[in-house]
């Protein structure tokens, strides 16, 4: 029961701040510089935060504070190239939450505030792009349940693997994004 409160939490503060600033942050922050900066930022600190935890003991339970310090993380998150969770990995890594607690309340925290994203943007958008983007769209949300179970599944058979992963990851994707931006002046087409 006091998960569930935590988790409830965790989705006001993200929820009202989407509601509010998505668009603007997104026009401000969404350009392929900032863009691959941000990505950059985000996966060094991430693996940063993840090896300084790694040396000393961390709590296997999420408290109210964590859970705080996770709800604005996922704010943060509104900013492209922050990646929701990535950002309340870190926050919760930062609060000195182990790493397999870190993850399962990260996956928890995805859901309502995830669908609550979908289900905003479905309700903004036109009724003839909604039609003509169908198809597209359950594909998607069927892609997206997949890999949603399969990291659910892959957390709990190998709770707690490094961050290193999902860090590298993050630089190579700024690596693309800042290539693909060269290129792109270069050649004009």
Do not use: H, N
């Given at each position: 029961?006091?998960?569930?409160?935590?988790l409830?939490?965790?989705?006001?503060?993200?929820?009202?701040?989407g509601?509010l600033?998505?668009?603007?942050?997104?026009?401000?922050?969404?350009?392929?510089?900032?863009?691959?900066?941000?990505?950059?930022a985000?996966?060094?600190?991430?693996?940063?935060?993840?090896?300084?935890?790694?040396?000393r003991?961390?709590?296997?339970?999420?408290r109210g504070?964590d859970a705080?310090?996770?709800a604005?993380?996922?704010v943060v998150?509104?900013?492209?190239?922050?990646?929701?969770?990535?950002?309340?990995?870190?926050?919760?890594?930062?609060?000195g939450?182990?790493r397999?607690?870190?993850?399962r309340?990260?996956?928890?925290?995805?859901?309502?505030i995830?669908a609550?994203?979908?289900?905003l943007?479905?309700?903004?958008?036109?009724?003839?792009?909604l039609?003509?983007?169908?198809?597209?769209?359950?594909v998607?949300?069927?892609c997206?349940?997949?890999?949603g179970a399969?990291?659910a599944?892959?957390?709990?058979r190998?709770?707690?693997?490094?961050a290193?992963?999902?860090?590298l990851y993050?630089?190579?994707?700024a690596?693309?994004v800042?290539?693909?931006?060269?290129?792109s002046?270069?050649?004009p087409?």
């Amino acid at each position: 029961m006091r998960t569930a409160a935590l988790l409830a939490g965790t989705c006001v503060p993200a929820a009202a701040a989407g509601a509010l600033a998505a668009d603007p942050v997104e026009a401000r922050l969404g350009r392929p510089p900032q863009l691959a900066g941000l990505l950059s930022a985000a996966g060094v600190l991430l693996w940063a935060v993840d090896r300084r935890a790694e040396r000393r003991p961390g709590r296997a339970e999420v408290r109210g504070r964590d859970a705080g310090l996770a709800a604005l993380a996922q704010v943060v998150a509104l900013v492209p190239g922050v990646s929701r969770s990535g950002a309340t990995l870190t926050a919760l890594r930062a609060a000195g939450v182990d790493r397999a607690a870190a993850e399962r309340f990260t996956l928890r925290m995805s859901l309502p505030i995830t669908a609550g994203a979908a289900a905003l943007t479905l309700a903004r958008a036109d009724r003839a792009t909604l039609q003509a983007l169908s198809p597209a769209l359950a594909v998607g949300a069927g892609c997206a349940a997949l890999a949603g179970a399969a990291a659910a599944r892959r957390q709990a058979r190998q709770p707690g693997r490094s961050a290193a992963g999902p860090a590298l990851y993050r630089l190579g994707l700024a690596a693309a994004v800042l290539w693909r931006l060269t290129r792109s002046r270069k050649d004009p087409l």
